[in-house]
Every structure is written in structure tokens, then in C-alpha cells.
Nanobody
Framework: QVQLVESGGGLVQAGGSLRLSCAAS????????MGWFRQAPGKERAYVAG????????YYIGSVKGRFTISKDNAKNTVYLQMNSLKPEDTALYYC????????????????WGQGTQVTVSS
């Protein structure tokens, strides 16, 4: 069993930065592939970025590539999402998720989810 708790969200002006953290409980965190998803008001939850269990592979959707960076610290049981040059369209509830099997953009493969942290970007 893995429990995930996100933090670091908030209100920021366009062009600003935020660093989201996702702290995991459980001794087996290191073997999980991790993903960040977001859900904007009135929209479906969407994949943002992912990182393989070793941290050797990272993946991003096109709209955040070059602005967001995902990283994983297995010693601290934490995955991060550094978000720079934020835009109003990045406003959403951000979730982290853990998958024991696949690293995928599909939410269906993820076994555990956090409760989310709100990111609001003002123009």
C-alpha cells in the first residue's frame, strides 16, 4: 500500500514558478513509476508528466515540455514537479499517481493517487 500526499500548490502570476511535491509512504516507493496529472474545471483529468521508477526516463506532454521538470528522490520517497513560466491555462488541480507496472499517460495503469494540490495562475 502506498499513500501519496501532494503539496506546493498555490496562486501565482503568469510567468511565475511553483514546485509541487508528492510525498509517499511505504517502503517500496522506489519501484513505482510516477506520474503527474491535472484536472481543470469542467475538463477531464489529463496526463502532464511521468518518470520511470529509476528516474532514468522522463516524459512530458507537449504543452509543458521545456517549462516543467519532473524528478524523483527515492531516498526521500518524494517526486517533484518544477513548474516554470506558468500560464493561466496551467490552472488545475494537480495529482500525483504511482504505477507498479507501467509508465503511461493513461490513468488506468496507476494504482495509487493523491488528493491533489490546487495550482492557480493569474494573468
Amino acid at each position: 500500500q502506498v499513500q501519496l500526499v501532494e503539496s506546493g500548490g498555490g496562486l501565482v502570476q503568469a510567468g511565475g514558478s511553483l514546485r509541487l511535491s508528492c510525498a509517499a509512504s511505504g517502503r517500496t516507493f522506489s519501484i513505482y513509476n510516477m506520474g503527474w496529472f491535472r484536472q481543470a474545471p469542467g475538463k477531464e483529468r489529463a496526463y502532464v508528466a511521468g518518470i520511470s521508477w529509476k528516474g532514468s526516463g522522463t516524459y512530458y506532454i507537449g504543452s509543458v515540455k521545456g517549462r516543467f521538470t519532473i524528478s524523483k528522490d527515492n531516498a526521500k520517497n518524494t517526486v517533484y514537479l518544477q513548474m516554470n513560466s506558468l500560464k493561466p491555462e496551467d490552472t488545475a488541480l494537480y495529482y500525483c499517481a504511482a504505477s507498479k507496472t507501467l509508465l503511461s499517460s493513461s490513468g488506468k495503469v496507476y494504482d495509487y493517487w493523491g488528493q491533489g494540490t490546487q495550482v492557480t495562475v493569474s494573468s
